[in-house]
């Protein structure tokens, strides 16, 4: 057991180095590039919630596609930046007023509505639950409870997603 945890005490410490200065550098880039080409494919290695989110730069203009994962809470898909507020496509979000565009198997215009940091605590917790590769960029524990949460979301906005209906529910 103790093993398991320093392997994955490695594993976080690597992960965030990647992404020092909230920004992916280029092992982090290559990967991005692989995963996004995966779930944008909607392939075997992906889930429903694996989406590549396309967003329009907002100094260059050009479509900036990446990799996340989505949260699912009542019926509805959150997207949740775990490099905090100042990653590149929230910013380049916000500037599109919320306009993106999904692939998984398919492709939807979306619309992401940034939730209130106030109700967004149950949102961070179950995105931790579902995306394990953002635990290392949190510095709160999955099974810490929603309380613990409430302080943290401020720094991890929260994207409620319109408009995306998977193909393949329960994935």
């Known amino acids: 057991m103790a093993q398991r ?16 200065g909230g920004k992916p550098d280029r092992v982090a880039r290559l990967l991005n590039r692989y995963w996004a080409g995966q779930y944008s494919a909607g392939g075997r290695l992906a ?8 967003v329009v730069g907002r100094s260059s203009g050009r ?3 990446f990799p996340i994962v989505l949260a699912d809470i009542d ?13 590149n496509w929230v910013r380049n979000l916000r500037a599109a007023h919320g306009h993106a565009l999904i692939r998984h198997g398919g492709q ?8 209130d940091p106030a109700a967004a605590a149950p949102i961070l917790k179950r995105y931790l639950d579902v995306a394990p590769g953002a635990r290392p ?6 099974y810490a409870s929603v309380d613990r949460f ?8 929260a994207f409620r997603v319109d408009g995306f209906t998977p193909l393949a529910p329960g994935r």
């Open 5 to 20: 945890h320093s392997r994955l005490r490695e594993l976080y410490r690597i992960k965030r180095w990647i992404y020092r």
């Open 47 to 54: 889930r429903s919630r694996d989406v590549e989110l396309e």
């Open 63 to 65: 479509p900036i596609r």
């Open 75 to 87: 019926g509805d898909w959150y997207a949740v930046s775990m490099l905090g507020a100042n990653a």
């Open 108 to 115: 939807w215009k979306v619309r992401l509505t940034e939730v």
């Open 137 to 142: 960029h949190f510095p709160i524990d999955t």
């Open 150 to 157: 409430e302080a943290i979301a401020v720094d991890h906005p």
